[in-house]
């Protein structure tokens, strides 16, 4: 199962500068309790924007697999040259998480079987906003509002 998880703001933004452009402690430990130990893909600017976050400190997942379109190493991850094949030949009966970046995003859409979309209240000023998407082949199965974020999952419907 492929799953895509992120949050966005009321007009869409995802990320400034490379970084959430948002504090909500809630959502961070929303997105923790879903992704920690998990196997996660994402892109090459993601990995090191949590990098830089964690500093020393690991990653909090599983496997992480990250998309380049460069030849890169890196000693706590499998990079992965064609982002495409490697959805598209995703084992069902496994578990991937797609977190980002918008690129990853949007070539994952089409592949996704669930999307955990956190929406966050307000506006927000942004450099980065999340792919244009329709939900008409997804239904929504679980759902929760607190102050400042709606809580969602979909499912896509069955083809």
Same mark, same amino acid.
């Given at each position: ?12 933004? &995802?990320?400034?500068?490379?970084? &959430?452009?948002?504090?909500? $402690? ?5 997105? $923790? ?9 994402? /892109? ?7 990098? $830089?976050?964690? /500093?020393? @400190? ?45 690129? &990853? ?41 607190? $102050? ?10 069955? @083809?």
């Amino acid at each position: 199962m492929i799953s895509l998880i992120w949050a966005m703001s009321d007009n869409g933004v &995802i990320g400034k500068d490379n970084q &959430i452009p948002w504090k909500i $402690k809630e959502d961070l430990l929303y997105y $923790k309790n879903r992704t920690e130990k998990q196997t996660v893909f994402m /892109g090459e600017n993601t990995y090191f924007s949590l990098k $830089k976050a964690y /500093g020393v @400190r690991p990653l909090p997942y599983g496997r992480v697999y990250v998309a380049s379109y460069r030849p890169i190493s890196l000693e706590d991850a499998v990079v992965v040259a064609d982002a495409e094949s490697f959805l598209k030949n995703w084992n069902p009966k496994d578990s991937l998480w797609v977190v980002g970046g918008r690129e &990853i995003y949007a070539l994952s859409l089409p592949y996704a079987d669930r999307l955990y979309i956190s929406y966050i209240q307000g506006s927000y000023e942004g450099d980065t906003y999340f792919p244009s998407f329709s939900l008409n082949d997804y239904d929504l199965i679980w759902s929760n509002r607190t $102050k400042q974020v709606y809580y969602t999952c979909y499912e896509r419907k069955k @083809r």
